[in-house]
């Protein structure tokens, strides 16, 4: 079964870069087979009954989430860049974010998604705890800052990696 999903997921994510024409189907296929060889065999992962509901929760709850946080960042970002008086909103520093999640592929989520809303970087993972500079900082202790900066990614992503 772990070779045929790693094959799946090759073969997918290679169409959808590459378009379907029979040259690159056959050629993806050729590719896919041989990663898949490669790779199944470091990869440790497994697929349970719930995958399609957590697939549907990451699809439909988290990426709407994450797309939401993502105008807001950019939109709060923009006013700190145009505005005249530009110290004024600025406080940036490193936070950390202690993390419920379990897992490193979890954390590695959160992380990146925290990473791709403007205004924030995540410099470090430590077990559970995530280091993240911000150009502004709003909390005064580290439960305000995960408030601000991670809480609503990990509500979701809490169900879809348990």
Do not use: C
């Not at 929760?57 to 709407?64: D, E, G, K, Q, S």
């Not at 939109?75 to 897992?103: C, E, M, Q, W």
């Amino acid at each position: 079964m772990k070779y045929v999903a790693t094959f799946l997921v090759l073969f997918v994510s290679y169409i959808a870069l590459a378009g379907i024409h029979v040259q690159e189907l056959l050629l993806g296929a050729i590719v896919s087979a041989i990663l898949t060889v490669i790779l199944a065999k470091h990869v440790n992962y497994t697929i349970d009954y719930r995958f399609p509901v957590k697939l549907l929760v990451f699809i439909f709850a988290y990426l709407p989430l994450f797309v939401w946080q993502l105008v807001l960042s950019n939109l709060a970002v923009a006013r700190i860049v145009l505005s005249p008086r530009i110290k004024k909103h600025l406080n940036p520093g490193f936070v950390k974010i202690n993390t419920d999640l379990k897992g490193d592929f979890a954390k590695l989520t959160l992380a990146n998604s925290i990473t791709l809303t403007p205004g924030t970087l995540s410099v470090d993972i430590d077990g559970n705890d995530i280091y993240i500079h911000t150009v502004y900082i709003k909390g005064k202790t580290p439960e305000e800052n995960r408030q601000n900066i991670s809480a609503k990614f990990e509500k979701v992503l809490g169900v879809v990696f348990k």
